[in-house]
């Protein structure tokens, strides 16, 4: 009798062991989480590393799908050298994003932003995070580097003003002309990121886009150039460094003309530009 009652003692606690394996088999602690994939449609990279000329465009194309739980919001995060702000993506969302329940299921988009101008390196972090908290983050480093490749040929340009109105032919390096002092023209940053003084030797020695970049990103930023006479003609061999939309430029001041009539003291600069 006794060993008969051991048995199903033995029996029973088997049982019950069975029992609760299958109760914690049948209730996970974790949920599948949600899913990312990812591709910049330029370099065709999935996450990483990838390298760009300045002004590059980078489209990043998403498609994200729920796991167990509905998709909840998805963001991304920019740190270093260009952070755009803010992020908008091709179906207009504004970033982060709590996805509507048209998405909260499947979530495809499509991130298009300028690389940017400045020479150095930006972190993209996507993140999706689904209604239990469980988030899936792929990361692009993107790093802007100047291209290696010789400067085109030297291309003639003036700029005038003509009394009291703005000057011309200054737009497409980002400068603008509006105003003198009794003995300087001054030619200021209007639209540029960066306007530097070089060397007159400069103009002969920088043959590369490299040479150029790393010679205006070393310069340091002046607000104007007051190099030409407002009062008399002269001769001269000044170089300037310019950054405008991603693209280095470089100038050479050779003369400047003064003339009086009846609109006024008109003065013009000549000069050559390389890029």
């Known amino acids: 009798m006794k060993m008969r009652k051991f048995r199903f003692l033995a029996v029973a606690l088997l049982g019950a062991s069975s029992m ?19 591709e910049e449609l330029g370099s065709g990279k999935s996450s990483g590393e990838i390298t760009v000329t300045p002004g590059t465009t980078l489209s990043f194309m998403w498609d994200s799908r729920k796991g167990d739980r509905d998709l ?14 803010p992020i908008v993506t091709e179906q207009g969302n504004t970033l982060p994003y709590t996805l509507s329940n048209a998405d909260d299921e499947k979530y495809i988009d499509t991130l298009t932003v300028n690389a940017g101008s400045n020479l150095g390196k930006t972190m993209y972090t996507f993140t999706v995070t689904d209604k239990n908290s469980n988030t899936k983050t792929v990361s692009f480093e ?10 085109g040929a030297a291309t003639p340009f003036q700029w005038q003003r003509v009394g ?37 030797s400069s103009w002969t020695s920088i043959t590369t886009d490299v040479a150029l970049a790393a010679a205006v990103d070393a310069g340091t930023d002046m607000v104007d ?37 009846g609109s006024g003291t008109t003065i013009t600069i000549d000069g050559e530009s390389k890029m």
């Open 20 to 38: 609760f394996l299958t109760s914690c088999e049948e209730d996970p602690t974790t949920s599948l989480g949600p899913t990312l994939i990812m």
């Open 72 to 85: 909840n919001t998805f963001a991304v995060s920019m740190s270093g050298t260009n952070v755009v702000t």
């Open 142 to 151: 993107v790093t802007v580097a100047a291209g290696s490749n010789p400067l």
């Open 164 to 200: 009291g109105a703005a000057g011309t032919g200054l737009a497409q390096f980002g400068l603008a002309w509006t105003a003198n002092t009794g003995t300087s023209a001054i030619v200021k940053q209007d639209a540029s990121t960066k306007m530097v003084s070089l060397p007159s």
């Open 225 to 261: 150039y007051r190099g030409v006479s407002s009062a008399a003609n002269g001769t001269y061999d000044d170089v300037l460094g310019v950054l405008h939309n991603g693209v280095y430029y470089i100038l050479h001041i050779t003369k400047g003309t003064v003339t009086t009539g």
